[in-house]
């Protein structure tokens, strides 16, 4: 069982800066970040293999955000920057054993969950 902790959630202005911290219970070969706005799915936002530092986002924020993590791999980041009004969602954290050849950015992939932390953009 992984427990996961989220931070850093909060309101900004549109073009503004946030960043959000996942801090895991133990080390995960996957972990990812997630966001559902009222009436939509979730939908993957960017995801890492620890091992060897893979990395994959969706289109909608590729050259705006940025997951990385610790090095004890067990702190989750993501740096928002250019933050749009769209970017408003709950925001969560996720993280899985498995092995795949790429870090996934589904959500059923993904195992244990942490609790959400709401980001705000107007």
């Known amino acids: 069982h992984v427990q996961l902790v989220e931070s850093g959630g909060g309101s900004v202005q549109a073009g503004g800066s946030l960043r959000l911290s996942c801090a895991a219970s133990?080390?995960?070969?996957?972990m990812g970040w997630f966001r559902q706005a009222p009436g939509k799915e979730r939908e993957g936002v960017a995801a890492?293999?620890?091992?060897?530092?893979?990395?994959n986002y969706a289109d909608s924020v590729k050259g705006r955000f940025t997951i990385s993590q610790d090095n004890a791999k067990k702190t989750l980041y993501l740096q928002m920057d250019n933050q749009k009004p769209e970017d408003t969602a709950m925001y969560y954290c996720?993280?899985?054993?498995?092995?795949?050849?790429?870090?996934?950015?589904?959500?059923?992939?993904?195992?244990?969950w942490g609790q959400g932390t709401q980001v705000t953009v107007s």
């Open positions: 890492l293999k620890a091992e060897g530092g893979t990395t």
């Open positions: 133990t080390y995960t070969r996957y």
């Open positions: 996720a993280a899985v054993f498995g092995t795949f050849w790429y870090p996934p950015l589904r959500a059923t992939q993904y195992q244990y």
